[in-house]
């Protein structure tokens, strides 16, 4: 029998979305987003190891990892298998910051334990696992679905992977990812008033995007949904000036958090104005690869 099992799923970036009304609270599987937004090559990997006690570490610090014990729970419940775990999520993307860690360490780690304990769940079922974690957590509403598939992604109807229905487009765009910090995704996904300018603008993009979006056609509507939702920080504005100056304008906010999404025209360029004023940035493509276990 195995003892350590790793899997991967990529971070990332809902560019635009809006939340449907008179969503069943209970109803975990059908609640999520409309929206539409990028997967990176850049992700979580997480490796799952049979231990004595549930121990659980980001980038090496042991952390309460709210969401993977929410997993480690519904997977409990869902198996009958209570083994207990030490989980490692390893990612060069801090938390909080709009790349959807949380719901890339869950995918991955719903995947790592059906494998290492041999529960014979399907994806996605793992997948399911990991959406209803976020939607407990109120970390994310249509994150899972959109990482479930590569490349770009459009949520043509909300629920769990397996309701909802997603459009992709593989391609391998090179991406900059500035980020500047974290922002509460719970704090917007609870505040109505926020939400109704949300979902009002979401509302609006989503009627427009064509099938074959391209990159640089998603970066522009993510710059219409940044300018109207009510959600961009003074920092993520002084950042989107200083690049629109250097005359990179394929730039815009990750939701829910203080990073910039740049498509480069010269990356060179983008890369020097980050080290030159200390932002830590990440430079990546987006993912042909959809979420898998690691040999």
């Not at 008179?22 to 937004?37: E, F, R, V, Y």
């Amino acid at each position: 029998m195995r003892t350590s099992t790793s899997a991967w799923a990529p971070s990332h970036a809902t560019l635009y979305f809006a939340v449907p009304e008179n969503k069943d609270a209970s109803d975990l599987l059908h609640q999520g987003s409309l929206g539409g937004g990028l997967n990176f090559e850049e992700g979580v990997i997480t490796t799952v190891t049979i231990s004595d006690n549930d121990r659980i570490f980001y980038n090496e610090v042991e952390i309460e990892g709210e969401i993977t014990q929410t997993v480690l729970r519904i997977f409990r419940e869902r198996t009958g298998n209570s083994s207990a775990v030490e989980v490692k999520h390893k990612s060069r993307i801090t938390t909080g910051c709009g790349l959807s860690t949380s719901g890339a360490g869950s995918i991955s780690l719903a995947l790592s334990l059906n494998e290492l304990l041999g529960t014979q769940l399907d994806d996605i079922q793992c997948l399911q696992m990991a959406h209803e974690a976020e939607i407990i957590c109120k970390t994310g509403l249509g994150s899972v679905l959109a990482q479930s598939v590569a490349g770009i992604e459009i949520r043509r109807s909300d629920g769990v992977p397996g309701i909802g229905t997603v459009h992709n487009k593989v391609i391998s765009d090179v991406i900059i990812l500035i980020i500047l910090g974290p922002l509460s995704t719970k704090d917007v996904l609870t505040s109505e008033e926020k939400m109704k300018l949300v979902t009002q603008t979401g509302t609006e993009i989503h009627s427009k995007i064509p099938e074959n979006v391209t990159t640089e056609e998603m970066i522009q509507y993510g710059k219409y949904f940044t300018n109207h939702c009510g959600l961009m920080t003074d920092r993520v504005s002084t950042v989107l000036d200083d690049l629109r100056k250097i005359g990179e304008e394929k730039a815009t906010m990750a939701m829910i958090g203080e990073t910039i999404v740049v498509s480069p025209n010269d990356k060179i360029k983008v890369l020097n104005y980050c080290e030159k004023n200390y932002l830590y940035h990440i430079e990546t493509r987006l993912s042909s690869k959809i979420p898998h276990l690691l040999t």
